[in-house]
């Protein structure tokens, strides 16, 4: 049972626009969400985190918007680079004093110039 | 700069082979996990440990055992490989608390045939 969802295996943009990859989860005790990173012959890279307290976080090009409610998540990248183009995984986690993330299974972003 | 090492980028092993995946942490985390990636399911946990000689069974342990004999080295067994455990294998650690970031290693990509 896949408890992070994520239904766009791929997405592409171009340059200077917006990219927008969604999220989606089921279980009502996560309360920390994390996106990852990952480049071909690379691992995973943390890019930016949300607390269930909050319903945005911002981080220079990047911003994550989560609605609790709608157990719902996005990353917004605004502009686009073509450095961007890699697989973005979601991640959340509802451990307090351990953590052990859940994965859900990415999406390629592929920004073109 | 925090570093997680793979011991191996690639491997081929054989069915019914022993292998033994090796991962190394230089920042004294507390916390050490393996995941395996395969297309369309992401990252899943196959163990984790927080703290020496402690391990904890993630999502898919089957035909997996870890060994944790000091902080730093966190090593993955494959008792007798099988051809569906041919897999991308990360190793990741975090500090102790809550809502500690992994840090991941670049991967190995074991093939057994």
């Known amino acids: 049972d896949q408890q992070v969802k994520q239904n766009s295996p791929s997405l592409s943009v171009q340059e200077g626009r917006i990219s927008i990859l969604n999220c989606d989860y089921t279980n009502s005790m996560f309360d920390y969400f994390l996106w990852y990173k990952k480049y071909p012959a690379e691992g995973p890279t943390f890019l930016i985190s949300?607390?269930?307290?909050?319903d945005k976080n911002e981080d220079g090009r990047f911003t994550v918007f989560l609605n609790k409610s709608a157990k719902h998540l996005s990353l917004h990248i605004v502009p686009s680079q073509p450095g961007d183009s890699a697989v973005y995984f979601c991640?959340?986690?509802?451990?307090?004093?351990?953590?052990?993330?859940?994965f859900g299974t990415g999406t390629r972003l592929l920004v073109s110039p | 700069d925090v570093k997680v090492t793979q011991s191996s980028r690639y491997l081929v092993k054989r069915t019914g082979e022993k292998v033994f995946l090796e991962c190394v942490q230089d920042?004294?985390?507390?916390?050490m996990f393996w995941y395996r990636q395969d297309p369309g399911l992401g990252l899943r946990l196959i163990y984790f440990?927080?703290?020496?000689?402690?391990?904890e069974k993630g999502d898919i342990p089957e035909g997996y055992s870890v060994s944790r004999e000091k902080k730093e080295r966190f090593s993955l067994i494959l008792e007798s490989a099988s051809t569906n455990q041919t897999s991308m294998y990360l190793c990741?650690?975090?500090?102790?608390?809550?809502?500690?970031?992994?840090?991941f290693g670049s991967g190995t990509q074991l093939s057994v045939l």
């Open positions: 920042m004294d985390h507390e916390n």
């Open positions: 990741a650690s975090s500090r102790q608390g809550g809502n500690e970031k992994l840090f």
């Open positions: 949300i607390s269930s307290i909050k």
């Open positions: 440990s927080y703290d020496v000689k402690m391990k």
């Open positions: 991640a959340a986690t509802g451990a307090t004093g351990f953590q052990k993330l859940v």
